[in-house]
T-cell receptor
Framework: NAGVMQNPRHLVRRRGQEARLRCSPMKGHSHVYWYRQLPEEGLKFMVYLQKENIIDESGMPKERFSAEFPKEGPSILRIQQVVRGDSAAYFC??????????????FGPGTRLTVT | GENVEQHPSTLSVQEGDSAVIKCTYSDSASNYFPWYKQELGKRPQLIIDIRSNVGEKKDQRIAVTLNKTAKHFSLHITETQPEDSAVYFCAATAGGRGSTLGRLYFGRGTQLTVWP
């Protein structure tokens, strides 16, 4: 049973470029969460999605950041016009359907974004 | 929103000793408290969790306790081994209120070092 997959693992972008981060949840999981981790800090919630729906995007900056989880294919976190402060590790997690199992989130390996 | 505080930020123990990491939370509606272990450059891995209807849970050398009245929970690792060295994060749910269901709030992490 494959775990949560993320790609690319490392991404380098110049200031002003766009970054697209992809996440494929665990098989059978329909809930996806994106978190950002700055060096030597904890994970900060960004956005929670189900297939074709954004459930909670209150942790995501309103400008330049967007996320989607289409009916087919991976979830995508998109950062437009990147700035140096966007450099961080971006982790995706997934969980099962609603119920007690909803809370158990399993993380992908992360994408380390470096903005030069 | 929920605020999770974690202490200590660093912890060094001798192999075979016990390690205790403590967290407090602010939202009395929180009902799920996972602990994650993150090795350098790797994904956070769920190691144990506890729900608000339970006071203690144990899994081999790892145990978690929860005091709902005081709003704090702790991770206990006994008979520590060098491979336990990692950063440990506590987390809490925002509680079952609407769209915030599912999002986790993380502490800032504890760097545990186990010396052989």
């Amino acid at each position: 049973n494959a775990g949560v997959m993320q790609n690319p693992r490392h991404l380098v972008r110049r200031r002003g470029q766009e970054a697209r981060l992809r996440c494929s949840p665990m098989k059978g999981h329909s809930h996806v969460y994106w978190y950002r981790q700055l060096p030597e800090e904890g994970l900060k919630f960004m956005v929670y999605l189900q297939k074709e729906n954004i459930i909670d995007e209150s942790g995501m900056p309103k400008e330049r950041f967007s996320a989607e989880f289409p009916k087919e294919g991976p979830s995508i976190l998109r950062i437009q016009q990147v700035v140096r402060g966007d450099s961080a590790a971006y982790f995706c997690a997934s969980s099962l359907e609603p119920g007690p199992a909803l809370y158990e989130q399993y993380f992908g390996p992360g994408t380390r974004l470096t903005v030069t | 929103g929920e605020n999770v505080e974690q202490h200590p930020s660093t912890l060094s123990v001798q192999e075979g000793d016990s390690a205790v990491i403590k967290c407090t939370y602010s939202d009395s509606a929180s009902n799920y408290f996972p602990w994650y272990k993150q090795e350098l450059g790797k994904r956070p891995q769920l190691i144990i969790d506890i729900r608000s209807n339970v006071g203690e849970k144990k899994d081999q050398r790892i145990a978690v306790t929860l005091n709902k009245t005081a709003k704090h929970f702790s991770l206990h690792i006994t008979e520590t081994q060098p491979e336990d060295s990692a950063v440990y994060f506590c987390a809490a749910t925002a509680g079952g209120r609407g769209s915030t269901l599912g999002r986790l709030y993380f502490g800032r992490g504890t760097q545990l070092t186990v010396w052989p």
